[in-house]
């Protein structure tokens, strides 16, 4: 299974960092991603890292503004969420697959409860 925590109340132009607790499953050969949901809206992917770590993706809405990482020693998948801005509202979910790291959030099997990222002054 796999946890996302850390979410909370930011300021538009600050930083939150999520953090994404995997258990019961081998980390080193799955990827790992975040997606979002805000209210009234759709799904949307935001990031995907490989298993690997050596390959990373992001959505356009994103880039230059979040990164995505992982430690395989923790377990854990990170975002750091930089120049937040109101529409960045949502909560967020850690997603698993084994295999490939992709955008699409159909191909993902492990999913976490989510967190709440609020953006506002």
């Known amino acids: 299974q796999v946890q996302a925590f850390g979410g909370g109340l930011g300021q538009p132009g600050g930083s939150l960092r999520l953090s994404c607790a995997a258990s019961g499953l081998d980390f080193d050969d799955h990827a790992f991603g975040w997606f979002r949901q805000a209210p009234g809206k759709e799904r949307e992917a935001v990031s995907c890292i490989s298993s690997r770590g050596d390959t990373s993706y992001y959505a356009d809405f994103v880039k230059g503004r979040f990164i995505i990482s992982r430690d395989d020693a923790k377990n854990t998948l990170y975002l750091q969420m930089d120049s937040l801005k109101p529409e960045d509202t949502a909560v967020y979910y850690c997603?698993?697959?084994?295999?490939?790291?992709?955008?699409?959030?159909?191909?993902?099997?492990?999913w976490g409860q989510g967190t709440q990222v609020t953006v506002s002054s």
């Open positions: 997603v698993a697959r084994w295999g490939l790291a992709l955008m699409d959030p159909e191909w993902y099997n492990y």
